[in-house]
């Protein structure tokens, strides 16, 4: 079945570490790609997207994800993550419609 | 302006009721979505409305759940006899077309005893 998968489900860094959340999807054909993210009890906010052009894309609070083709993946990345990081992230992929992922909980230790 | 509203924020209720949850999407914006959020999960797509078109209801998990869309903007998702699996978190979603950003309203926590 098509799909969207991220492959880490909780990931947990100290603060000024590197991260990296993987996001891989099955569909073919032109896709648009999203990161969003769910801070503790607030909702859903869109972190940063990709339609079409250069597939570098940078976001808000220092976030940027890499849109490769071949590899069908759009990982997200943060050089320098703080504890206010701390959240879960989603990764959606739009083909005929909006699929998630199951998310991955970022926890950063300060 | 406004973002996408839902109320009730939380709701409490015995097996068995029905329930009825709101969403007022953002004013212009002509699709409109319903996930379920379980904990430990992701997103569960629910159903879709696009303008006047058919909604897509592919996501509905039951017959138990419906929705509607009346006159192009406020959308209510309706569970009968409602069961504890159905206890999530219902959020909405609204985005100027099928394949743009979609922003989410806070959702509403459902709890079934």
């Known amino acids: 079945a098509q799909s969207v998968s991220q492959h880490n489900h909780h990931v947990i860094l100290s603060e000024a570490a590197s991260l990296e959340l993987g996001c891989n999807y099955s569909?073919?054909?032109?896709?648009?790609l999203f990161w969003y993210v769910q801070y503790p009890g607030q909702h859903l906010q869109l972190l940063l997207k990709?339609?079409?052009?250069?597939?570098l894309v940078k976001g808000i609070k220092g976030f940027e994800a890499e849109f490769i083709k071949s590899k069908f993946s759009f990982n997200l990345r943060k050089p320098s993550v703080q504890w206010s990081d701390t959240a879960e992230y989603f990764c959606?992929?739009?083909?005929?419609?909006?699929?998630f992922g199951a998310g991955t909980r970022l926890t950063v230790k300060p | 302006g406004a973002g996408v509203s839902q109320s009730p924020s939380n709701k409490v209720t015995e097996k068995g009721k029905d329930v009825e949850l709101r969403c007022d999407p953002i004013?212009?914006?002509?699709?409109l979505y319903w996930y379920r959020q379980s904990l430990g999960q992701g997103l569960e797509f629910l159903i879709y409305?696009?303008?006047?078109?058919?909604?897509?209801k592919s996501g509905l998990p039951s017959d138990r759940f419906s929705a509607e869309r009346t006159g192009g903007s406020v959308s209510t998702l309706t569970i009968q006899r409602t069961q504890q699996e159905d206890s999530a978190v219902y959020l909405c979603?609204?985005?100027?077309?099928?394949?743009?950003?979609?922003?989410f309203g806070p959702g509403t926590r459902l709890t079934v005893l």
């Open positions: 569909y073919g054909g032109t896709v648009n």
């Open positions: 990709y339609f079409s052009g250069d597939p």
């Open positions: 979603a609204s985005s100027l077309g099928k394949k743009d950003t979609q922003y």
């Open positions: 959606a992929v739009i083909h005929n419609d909006m699929r």
């Open positions: 409305f696009q303008g006047n078109s058919a909604p897509d």
């Open positions: 004013s212009g914006h002509t699709a």
